[in-house]
């Protein structure tokens, strides 16, 4: 006998109208890009975004009491429903994954579904609000009445709503801005990605800016293209004092290595001043007969760099010494008349006034010798209630993992 199989749109809805609905909310998504661009950067903040949460929420308590007692609640709050909502929102993830989170200027395929702004987009935004009517649902559903072995699952459930729910109102809150420091100098100004400036309610003075580096290495490179020779790994060495090493098809000596020097006629002095660069006098051997000898030096921002000749194709030379560590000596100043001395480094944020101050770059072409210190201010006011959502959603799939174990020991 052959299967009946249960027409669409007829109840009880189940897996097949879930995943219309939701993919369906997709498309008509991108078609509204299509017809409304909203790469124009224009985004809810602050008070708007809290009266539509509250609107939101007042919302979802009148389709609650107006369908509670419908077929349509029994769906909305079902698996199937969840599943199909989770899984377009996966995908639009996915799709973010692969797909450069960044503006572009050019006109394409990308940019006009807005694939590279996804988080403001009209998908984004139409699936994130059927996920958090759905979701709402489910927790009332197990909610009420409620019964202490359901609270786990209500907590978990509960934390993503607010999860999601924060992040998607707080988008427009998060301010992620950058701010030049030069010594000696106090700075209240920090811009955005597009070049607009924004007066902050601090200040910030870089008394100096501080950078440890690796000791620089020796690599291999070709003539005429200046491109590096990679024939065998390790392809550059770190250069140390009285080092001898295999480099490629040469043995390499270093006879004296300087991390500050200075030239001064044929050869490199020790030298500690403004712009002083790294020296090695190296011996290389060609073959087994012949060897040559010279210094290399990577230069800097105001010395010539050196290489060695080695034969017509190829030159050993000197490569600039890679950051090991650099942070800023920095003093605050609050509106209030506080002011704090501070050491900012990267991934060691300091918060002063609900905003974060990350240590982020510098001035590359001057090295060492960078007066430039650029930090990062960020300043997101709902992300603790993201902390939240992720904490309760821990808390609940513990519980729920617990209980699960000890029901099946319970039944062993």
């Known amino acids: 006998m052959s299967k009946t199989t249960k027409p669409l749109w007829q109840n009880p809805w189940g897996y097949a109208e879930s995943f219309l609905i939701a993919f369906g909310l997709l498309l008509i998504g991108f078609l509204l890009e299509l017809s409304i661009q909203t790469s124009s950067g224009v985004s809810i903040r602050y008070p708007m975004n809290l009266i539509l949460g509250v609107a939101f929420l007042v919302l979802l308590l009148v389709m609650y009491r107006l369908i509670r007692k419908s077929k349509l609640y029994l769906f909305l709050s079902g698996i199937p429903a969840s599943i199909g909502a989770i899984s377009a929102l996966t995908l639009l993830v996915i799709v973010m994954g692969v797909t450069p989170q960044v503006p572009m200027a050019e006109d394409n395929f990308i940019t006009r579904l807005s694939l590279n702004q996804l988080t403001t987009s ?3 935004l139409l699936i994130s609000f059927y996920l958090l009517i759905v979701l709402a ?12 072995k359901n609270w786990g699952f209500v907590c978990s459930h509960l934390g993503l709503w ?6 998607g109102l707080g988008s427009g809150d998060l301010m992620r801005l950058r701010m030049d420091l030069h010594e000696n100098k106090t700075e209240w100004k920090a811009y955005d990605d597009k070049g607009n400036y924004y007066e902050l309610p601090l200040a910030i003075k870089l008394n100096d800016f501080v950078i440890e580096e690796f000791n620089p290495k020796m690599a291999v490179v070709e003539n005429e293209s200046g491109e590096l020779y990679e024939a065998t790994k390790p392809s550059m060495i770190m250069i140390e004092d009285n080092l001898t090493c295999e480099l490629h098809d040469w043995s390499v000596k270093v006879d004296e290595f300087l991390m500050s020097s200075g030239r001064a006629g044929d050869k490199y002095h ?5 712009g002083a660069a790294p020296a090695a ?7 087994q007969k012949d060897s040559i000898s010279g210094w290399i030096s990577c230069g800097s921002f105001n010395r010539p760099h050196e290489s060695l000749k080695l034969n017509e194709k190829y030159s050993l030379l000197m490569t600039v010494p890679e950051p090991k560590k650099f942070s800023s000596k920095v003093t605050i100043f609050t509106p209030n008349g506080e ?5 900012l480094q990267v991934n060691k944020p300091h918060t002063v006034n609900g905003w974060k101050i990350y240590q982020l770059s510098y001035d590359e072409k001057m090295g060492k010798y960078s007066t430039l210190s650029v930090v ?10 993201v902390y939240i959502g992720i904490f309760m959603m821990m808390i609940g799939a513990i519980y729920m993992f617990w209980r699960g174990n000890k029901v099946t020991l319970e039944n062993a």
């Open 281 to 287: 006098k190296v011996s290389v051997a060609l073959n």
């Open 162 to 167: 607010i999860t999601i729910f924060s992040a």
């Open 137 to 148: 649902l489910v927790i009332i559903k197990k909610a009420i009445p409620f019964k202490l």
């Open 270 to 274: 020790p030298l500690h001043d403004f």
């Open 339 to 343: 002011k704090k001395d501070q050491v």
């Open 122 to 124: 009209w998908p984004f």
């Open 376 to 385: 990062e201010v960020v300043k997101d006011p709902w992300q603790i209630y």
